[in-house]
């Protein structure tokens, strides 16, 4: 079993700056697993943010937050974060944490909401 447990979010403004974590545990957690995270808008789909592979490289970040957004990883603690920085009103949405690979992502966070106002 893998449990991923996310911190961080909360509401801010625009312009401002927010950082998620995401730490694993659990004994089948292995460390060349992939960490993602994904977000969730009331209405749309879900959306691809950013991963990062198990040595902390082979980065990827969706389009809408290219420039914006970090995803960073250290393995000694086993945690994801994702520092995001010049927040915009459509950032809003619940965040989750993914582990596993491009293929499937066997394990999920709770999710954490960020709420950005104009």
């Known amino acids: 079993q893998v449990h991923l447990t996310q911190s961080g979010g909360g509401s801010v403004q625009a312009g401002d700056s927010l950082r998620l974590s995401c730490e694993a545990s659990?004994?089948?957690?292995?460390?060349?697993?992939?960490l993602a995270w994904f977000r969730e808008a009331p209405g749309q789909d879900r959306e691809f943010v950013a991963r990062i592979g198990g040595s902390a490289g082979s980065i990827l970040y969706g389009g809408s937050v290219k420039g914006r957004f970090t995803i960073s990883r250290d393995n000694a603690k086993n945690t994801a974060y994702l520092q995001m920085n010049n927040l915009k009103p459509e950032d809003t949405a619940n965040y989750l944490c993914?582990?596993?690979?491009?293929?499937?992502?066997?394990?999920w966070g709770h999710g954490t909401q960020v709420t950005v106002a104009s």
């Open positions: 993914a582990a596993g690979s491009d293929q499937e992502w066997t394990y």
């Open positions: 659990g004994r089948h957690f292995r460390r060349d697993y992939i």
